[in-house]
């Protein structure tokens, strides 16, 4: 079979695929599910991924790949919808790794969110962080919480994207998406810009040094609703990331500004279905109480752990709790809740006692 890149866009979004992998020497490759399967065909040859790459970038983006020799940009298919795609080079040869967006914001139900995490787009200002793993559907939530400010507020929200992935529509708020590389240098230099911009709410695709942190921080504090992402597993290790960037003697500092600016920690990894069907969102809430926000302040972040264990009033719960309930409600193995645990003992323990209630009713 002679591969071109519509054809292989077009399995891609019929199989449902996440990522497309075009490599030299294999056929082409969808993640599916979490797992990689490869296309029956014709193993990929340089000439072709040349071909295909020339006719994904604009002249300016070639020169750019030329001198990088790596790329990341959005791109919008005819009839397809919009995709990401990453060129790097492979001895020698270009190779690309496309990730599919998806064309609709989804609804919180179907993502498997949280009620609580409707809330955090009300509140007026402040620092919420969404984390996780590449690939565990940050920037999907995301879009979930603008999306939904976009249609319950009159605001002024601006992402600074890389790439922007999904095109909001101005609704009951003006929405400018900024997308580095093409409308701003940086993260950094859009940050500095934007709080001059009369914006309500900033929406930053991920803070990445800091700089970004740093300026995070500041506009949280001055009366904006800021939504950003980090790669961080979970809540405590998102804490000591956000004030392990800065120097030590700066630190302390940084920990009272964060204790002052955030409300809200989304923590959230994909795992596959015990059906096999897809995937299912587990999701750890971390809700900034005084009693959070007094352990940030004091440097103490090993409690936070405890505070969400307790937390169930004001809407926490740890990943476990979240791996407990999919598991309970046959969404997810017995063997993958506990491997993803933190405390897979206590998984053991109620998961054991949860059966036992069972067999007494």
Known sequence: MAWNLDKILKEGRRQ???DIHLVCGVAPALRVNGD???LKGEPLQEETLRLMVNELLTEKQVAEFEQDWQLCFSR?????GRFRASVYYHAGCPELAIRICEGVVRSREELGLPEVVDEFTRLPNGLILVT???????????NYMVDLINRDRRAKIVTIEDPVEFV????RSIIIQQEVHTDTHSFRNALTHVLRQDPDVIVIGEMRDLETIATALTAAETGHLVLATLHTPDAVQTIQRVYGVFPAEQQNNIRFQLSNSLQAIIAQTLLPRASGKGLVLACEICVATPAVRKHIREGDTHLLFSEMQ??????MRTMDTALLELYQRGDITYDLAVSNAREPNAIRKRSGEAVANDVRA
């Open 310 to 315: 307790m937390g169930r009033k004001f809407k």
């Open 168 to 171: 909001h529509e101005n609704q």
């Open 132 to 142: 996780g793993p590449t690939g565990t559907g940050k920037t999907t939530t995301l």
């Open 16 to 18: 449902l695929a996440s």
């Open 36 to 38: 990689i399967s490869i």
């Open 76 to 80: 919008h298919w005819p009839g397809l």
